[in-house]
Each structure stands twice: as C-alpha cells, then as structure tokens.
T-cell receptor, first 115, second 114 residues
Framework: AQSVAQPEDQVNVAEGNPLTVKCTYS??????LFWYVQYPNRGLQFLLK??????LVKGSYGFEAEFNKSQTSFHLKKPSALVSDSALYFCAVRDISSGTYKYIFGTGTRLKVLA | SQTIHQWPATLVQPVGSPLSLECTVEGTSNPNLYWYRQAAGRGLQLLFYSVGIGQISSEVPQNLSASRPQDRQFILSSKKLLLSDSGFYLC?????????????FGPGTRLTVL
C-alpha cells in the first residue's frame, strides 16, 4: 500500500536560516511526489513535484525538494526562511496501485518561522 | 486558466439538519474531482472522488454522500448532520489523463455543526 509519513508535527526555524521539512514515502513502482502549502483557512497550494529526472526539484516561493530513492525521502527545503513561510505543509504521493487518481497525503507539518 | 469555486465559505448548521456543499470548476473538461475533510487544521481525509458524471467512489463509510450531476460540478450532501461532521471541507480537481499532475484545491468551506 502507498503511504506518506511526515515525522514532525512542527518545525521551528529562525528567519534567515535554512529550513527542512521531512517526508518519507512507501510506494510500489515509481513515485509521483508532491508538496503543498496551506495558510490558515485557505485551500492547499501546490509548491512542487517530482515525477522523474533530476533529484533536486525547484518550485514556487524559493522552495526546493530533494528526492532520495535509497532513503525513500522527499524533503522540502529552503535556503533562507521568511516569516511569511509560516504555514502548514503537506507531502503527498499519487496512489498508482489502485489504478485510480487518488492522492495520499501526509499528516502535515506546521512550520513556524521566528523573527 | 482554470479556477475552482466552493460555496458557501462558512456554514453553521444544527445537528440533524441537511447539508449541501457545492464545488464547480472552470476552464477544463472532464476533470477528476475530489472531496476532502480536514479536522482541526491537520491531515486531509479523502471522502469521495469522481472520474466522470455520475461516477462516485466513496472512501470512508459515513454520514455523507456525493453527486456529480455535471462534468464540472461536484456536490457534497448529508440528510442529517452529526456533530462529528464539523470540519473544513476542501474540493479539488486534477486532470483526467494526468496521473503525474498535481491537484488544484478550492478555497474550502468551514462547517460547524452545533
């Protein structure tokens, strides 16, 4: 069965410092991986995805993610955090095992950037 | 460009009352449509998804139902609301032929059942 894990409920980082939000996955076959961000009382916004190709994926708002097949991880990163990056972040994987277009989401990690 | 609408934005309903939440998508054809519920600002629970008109797949047995009367319209309903139905309901769409494509989410409906 496909699954996604976000081991940290919350990550605190000082403004200007690099940030990492962790995600590990379990899939059969090639993974299609996604990161989304959610601000309070809003829908999710797409940040970036890994389908194939380069292991380092660049996305919106200066975020990037590194795909690591041996560690089955897809961690979200940003070189210098902003207070405005404070939000809830979700990792997701497309469930291909069932032949449908379902997406499986992690439980979310709350990022707090401190001024 | 594609847009997705949800209404109402907020809703307060008494226990036992009916529910109807609507989601519409513009700018695309034959999308896959999804309903999620998010409790207490945390994880997403997939409730229903649809790959075509009248085709509904239910993920979790519960007090809710979904319908897709038109290609770009997805409705979430309940005959009698429970307290546990409170939450943030999100509609999303994804391209029909694009398994490697991302989903696009609506702004959500905050439902409070009292």
């Amino acid at each position: 069965a496909q699954s996604v894990a976000q081991p940290e409920d919350q990550v605190n980082v000082a403004e200007g410092n690099p940030l990492t939000v962790k995600c590990t996955y379990s899939v059969s076959g090639n993974p299609y991986l996604f990161w989304y961000v959610q601000y309070p009382n809003r829908g999710l916004q797409f940040l970036l995805k890994y389908i194939t190709g380069d292991n380092l994926v660049k996305g919106s708002y200066g975020f990037e993610a590194e795909f690591n097949k041996s560690q089955t991880s897809f961690h979200l990163k940003k070189p210098s955090a902003l207070v405005s990056d404070s939000a809830l972040y979700f990792c997701a994987v497309r469930d291909i095992s069932s032949g449908t277009y379902k997406y499986i989401f992690g439980t979310g990690t709350r990022l707090k950037v401190l001024a | 460009s594609q847009t997705i609408h949800q209404w109402p934005a907020t809703l307060v309903q008494p226990v036992g009352s009916p529910l109807s939440l609507e989601c519409t998508v513009e700018g695309t054809s034959n999308p896959n449509l999804y309903w999620y519920r998010q409790a207490a600002g945390r994880g997403l629970q997939l409730l229903f998804y649809s790959v075509g008109i009248g085709q509904i797949s239910s993920e979790v047995p519960q007090n809710l139902s979904a319908s897709r009367p038109q290609d770009r319209q997805f409705i979430l309903s309940s005959k009698k609301l429970l307290l546990s139905d409170s939450g943030f309901y999100l509609c999303a769409w994804g391209p029909f032929a694009g398994g490697n494509n991302e989903q696009f989410f609506g702004p959500g409906t905050r439902l409070t059942v009292l």
